[in-house]
């Protein structure tokens, strides 16, 4: 007979758990100097004093489907169920930079995202929304320059000015090639394409965040907590020195910054990120850029709930995960919070399936009472001791990265593409083998289940984007467009800042194909080493 192996606790990520936490666990812990006070130094307990009791967080339903008409629709749909802010999923052409005419866009129009191809597909997609009322968030990276440009376009058109505008771009490119693998060049044009924009937002719109710096992408890819907060917080710091290296002041453009960050279904342990996360950043910006402005130690969040966790098996199941997660985020001190839906591992949400998905915010926000005191995980032996230990594993990847001359020299050597790749096939091998138990999938099966509604995407919404395109390029006057484009060429060629040009080339309707044309004719394409 064998001895039985004795039942490992850990977390999702595979952090050990002790049986009780108790003070001596936190013998190195000062409250003064790793707490602190809400909306102060080093910002563990929240970034604002008073969080919650003075503002809930955005609540900001990620959309995006169809036609420009389609999500419109849906934005306005949200916006009178109680939807705090927008937010747009574009199509893989768009987030690839194509147009919906070309052949690489065949069969994706529209399909997981919402398509723009031109400033006439922005102009429908945001009419009848005032831009210099609401806040709004993109999430796109590659071509971010572009649609950022076509954005500031539509609001000029409604007369709200660039400093007007409230939200954020993703632009997030180093996670790309970390993670999402949406790219248009290579690693260095990417980043100063992406650096153009931030340094032109800096200077014309103040109220914006010019990068939304991404975790979520990055989890979803299979990394553990930890791994999902240190190479985010590298990604900061890479940008960061770019901006430097340009001779800007960071306390200029760093109260910008956003973050965006996954929220998984180990409660305790995305709270401790959370936290870990600000204080991480804090430290880094006031001690390695010796920032002096609060605001740019200040780390600010997005938070979406985890669609890796989400199973196609009882999918109902999928609004307890969800509500689970949303609550983690909360008590972890997001600023802003997407909730997914229950169908969304079979497709885009239906209306039905959105309107719950946001009602599980609205309840958490209003009936838990989770928002009526700031932090109130503080104090804990557990949350502090995974706090601090999710901090310091998160620093050493951070500073095995430094040694490794940054992360543009790490994604170059595969290094964090590597480590999340393990960490994914350690995960999967604990599920198959009932290490780490999936409701529905491998255990509490279920044999037959009801089928539930799901949204379908039309093939006409391709041909209707194709005619578009087509009609808005018969208006176009075609000499001052090429000689925009031909501007953009030149400037591409030098170090001068490309927002401007790109403008230039948006007002006169060039496509999100024509300008990422011109940029991947330049700097070339990317192909992933797939060094793993």
Same mark, same amino acid.
């Given at each position: 007979?064998?001895?039985? =192996? ?19 666990? @936190? ?174 937002? =800096? ?63 180990? @409660? ?36 979406? =709930? ?37 169908? +969304?591992?079979?497709? @885009? ?69 590597? +480590?999340?790749? +393990? ?11 009932? +290490? ?61 800042? @490309? ?34």
């Amino acid at each position: 007979m064998t001895e039985k =192996t004795p039942k490992q606790f850990t977390t999702v990520s595979s952090w050990p758990i002790k049986e009780i936490y108790r003070p001596e666990d @936190l013998k190195d812990f000062e409250p003064e100097r790793d707490l602190g006070k809400p909306g102060h130094y080093p910002f563990t307990r929240g970034p604002y004093e008073t969080m919650y009791r003075g503002r809930l967080w955005t609540m900001r339903q990620f959309a995006g489907f169809g036609t420009p008409e389609d999500t419109n629709k849906r934005f306005k749909y949200l916006l009178d169920h109680g939807m705090m802010g927008l937010s747009t999923a574009f199509d893989m052409p768009t987030l690839m930079g194509y147009d919906a005419g070309h052949s690489l866009a065949r069969g994706e129009v529209g399909v997981e995202g919402v398509n723009v191809s031109s400033l006439s597909d922005m102009e429908v997609l945001f009419s009848g929304i005032p831009l210099g009322k609401v806040t709004t968030s993109m999430t796109i990276n590659g071509p971010a320059i572009v649609l950022m440009a076509m954005y500031v376009a539509v609001a000029e058109k409604q007369g709200v000015s660039s400093e007007k505008l409230g939200g954020t771009i993703q632009a997030d490119i180093l996670k790309e090639f970390i993670a999402q693998k949406e790219w248009i060049c290579p690693p260095e044009p990417s980043v100063r394409i992406m650096m153009d924009m931030v340094e032109w937002c =800096t200077e014309h719109t103040p109220k914006w965040h010019p990068v939304s710096v991404s975790g979520y992408h990055i989890r979803e890819a299979g990394a553990t907590a930890i791994q999902e907060l240190a190479f985010t917080i590298r990604d900061g710091v890479e940008y960061v020195e770019e901006g430097v290296r340009r001779g800007m002041d960071p306390d200029k453009f760093v109260p910008q910054f956003s973050f965006f960050f996954d929220v998984h279904n180990d @409660l305790f342990e995305e709270v401790a990120k959370f936290r870990a996360a600000r204080r991480l950043w804090a430290h880094l910006m006031k001690e390695r850029f010796h920032c002096k402005n609060p605001k740019s130690w200040m780390l600010k969040t997005h938070a979406q =709930t985890a669609g890796v966790s989400l199973t196609a098996q009882q999918p109902y199941n999928n609004v307890v995960r969800t509500t689970i997660q949303a609550l983690a985020a909360v008590l972890g001190g997001t600023q802003s919070l997407h909730t997914n839906s229950l169908d +969304e591992t079979y497709a @885009l949400p239906t209306e039905e399936a959105v309107r719950i998905a946001l009602r599980t915010q609205q309840i958490i926000a209003h009936e838990s009472g989770v928002t009526n005191m700031v932090d109130p995980l503080g104090g804990s032996y557990f949350v502090e001791s995974l706090t601090s230990e999710i901090e310091k594993g998160a620093l050493d990847y951070i500073k095995k990265i430094d040694t490794m001359g940054g992360m543009l020299r790490a994604i170059e050597r595969g290094y964090p593409q590597k +480590e999340i790749t +393990e960490s994914a096939f350690r995960y999967q091998r604990q599920v198959e083998m009932k +290490e780490k138990i999936i409701v529905g999938v491998n255990e509490f099966v279920t044999e037959e289940e009801r089928p539930i509604e799901l949204l379908k995407i039309s093939p006409e919404v391709e041909e209707r984007q194709k005619r578009r395109l087509m009609e808005t390029k018969k208006r176009r006057d075609s000499k001052k467009l090429e000689s925009k484009l031909g501007q953009l060429r030149e400037a591409t060629q030098t170090k001068e800042n @490309l927002m401007p040009h790109v403008l230039n080339a948006v007002y006169e309707y060039a496509t999100v194909g024509e300008i990422c044309d011109v940029f991947r004719s330049v700097f070339g394409r990317y192909q992933d080493p797939g060094t793993f």
